[in-house]
């Protein structure tokens, strides 16, 4: 499972885009008890969650936890970004057409 998420920790900063991976997705299942398979949907903490543990991935030094990195950006922006392929195949020639 691999979403992208555009994240603004605060206000006037610039927007940064970041893609989920197994490990953050393993992360998360085994740090919030959750499978991506249990039907209860994916919320903004979810996305959060995932964000901490790329943003630590990536070497920013950042809190002990997602729930301390929220507290200390409490107005931060967290979206996923679609990555719809608007055009999904391509025109090209088969044998049948």
Known sequence: MKIKLKVTPKPGVEPREV???LLVIAEWERNENRKVSDGRGIGVSDMVCWAYHLYKIAGDNLPATWQEW??????MEIEAVDQTDVNPTGAAISDIS
Do not use: E, G, Y
């Open 19 to 21: 893609t989920t991976n």
């Open 70 to 75: 929220l507290k200390q950006n409490p107005d």
